[in-house]
């Protein structure tokens, strides 16, 4: 502490002077205590808000710091979400450009259809026209029935090649083995004719369930519901039209006409059901494969021929019925539509064998109803005559 010079002495105060500076005193000591009070009293509320504030601000520093995390979470979703969304786009981009090649070649398809439609109906009117129109000739009665006399030689020949040598061994027979002989004779012929000549669908396969096309079965049995529902006329004239495109069509397998392939699946068929039959009794042993592969082949020949005589007069607006044995009775020599097997050695006009009973008809007569008008269906006329085998016997 610095000390200040000592006054001059002086006279002290008066004693009311001393009294007034005492209470002066007191009062500002009072005035500064409750100063001084009320400045603690302000320091501890500015201590108590600093504290607050701080809490508040440690508080805003996590609520920050979640803040800033939630940020880094929400942007990197964005991000991600922004990536799946532009995956998604660049999909639906590559999907589109899929779905519109896709619908430029449905449009391509669609046009080929339609001009594949129209070419299949310019074919098929084509093809209605020229059979309208007659392009291929029908075969003229005189020509069917030389054909037939033809077939009958070649069925004839196979025979007298193949059959056994001993002929005279049928005269000498009984009449019950000469019935039983001639009775398994009688399949030979009558599996071509009434198989082929018999039935308009005869190149259909028998059973669907190997091929794509109807069976020969259902063909005959729409056929036949045709004839007796609908107007016959039309019915033939159905299938003169069906048969007729089906010989332009070809074979997907093999690009062969569809007629070819199936004459010659008939051909092994009906072949081997004849050589498998009774018949095979009655032909002479053969030597070597090689000549059993002749006769087979020989019979497949002969059956395809028939088959083509078949077909082409099945395409025909005339309608064929093939006559079996319970249709024809007995034989007359007054009848054109019957005769004799060379068997009997019958002459020109010979009448010894009328009135004998039928015991087979080796080949089936066969007879042609209506015209290629498709017209007259109640009138027949004979292609093939009926070759008929007799009792000589009475």
């Not at 995390?69 to 899929?98: C, F, M, P, W």
């Not at 008939?266 to 006769?295: C, E, F, M, W, Y």
């Not at 539509?337 to 004998?356: Q, T, V, Y």
Request: proline share 3%.
């Amino acid at each position: 502490m610095n000390l200040e010079p000592s006054a001059t002495p002086q006279a002290g105060p008066s004693p009311s002077s001393s009294s007034g500076s005492r209470f002066r005193f007191h009062r500002d000591i009072g005035y500064l205590s409750a100063r001084l009070r009320q400045a603690n009293h302000c320091i501890d509320y500015l201590m108590a808000r600093e504290r607050e504030s701080r809490r508040e601000l440690e508080s805003l520093k996590t609520s920050l710091e979640e803040a800033h995390h939630d940020n880094t979470y929400l942007q990197n979703r964005l991000r991600q979400l922004v990536d799946d969304n532009e995956a998604k786009a660049s999909h639906i981009t590559v999907t589109q450009g899929k779905l519109a090649t896709s619908h430029r070649q449905l449009q391509e398809i669609r046009r080929d259809n339609a001009k594949l439609q129209e070419e299949v109906r310019v074919a098929q009117d084509a093809v209605f026209r020229a059979t309208e129109k007659k392009e291929t000739a029908p075969m003229e009665d005189r020509e069917v029935r030389d054909k037939f006399v033809v077939l009958e030689e070649k069925l004839r020949g196979w025979a007298r090649n193949y059959a056994v040598d001993d002929i005279g061994k049928l005269h000498s027979a009984s009449n019950s083995e000469m019935n039983r002989l001639i009775s398994q004779l009688g399949g030979y012929s009558r599996a071509i004719f009434e198989e082929i000549f018999g039935c308009a669908f005869f190149v259909f396969p028998t059973s669907r369930a190997y091929c794509n096309t109807p069976s020969r079965g259902q063909l005959d049995a729409l056929y036949q519901s045709l004839r007796q529902c609908a107007d016959e006329p039309v019915s033939h004239v159905w299938r003169s039209q069906t048969l007729s495109m089906l010989s332009k069509c070809e074979t997907e397998s093999s690009g062969q006409p569809f007629i070819e392939d199936a004459l010659h699946t008939v051909a092994i068929r009906l072949s081997n059901k004849i050589l498998d039959g009774p018949v095979h009794v009655l032909l002479k042993p053969l030597a070597g494969d090689a000549q059993i592969t002749k006769r087979t082949e020989d019979l497949r020949g002969l059956i395809h021929v028939a088959g083509e005589l078949a077909f082409r007069l099945w395409s025909q607006h005339t309608f064929m019925t093939c006559t079996g044995l319970g249709q024809s009775g007995i034989i007359s020599s007054g009848r054109s539509f019957i005769s004799a097997h060379r068997l009997h050695r019958l002459e020109e006009d010979d009448d010894k064998l009328d009135n004998r009973r039928i015991v087979i008809l080796t080949h089936p007569l066969v007879l042609a109803w209506g015209d290629e008008n498709a017209e007259n269906y109640d009138q027949y006329k004979v292609w093939g005559k009926a070759i008929a085998c007799v009792e000589e016997r009475a």
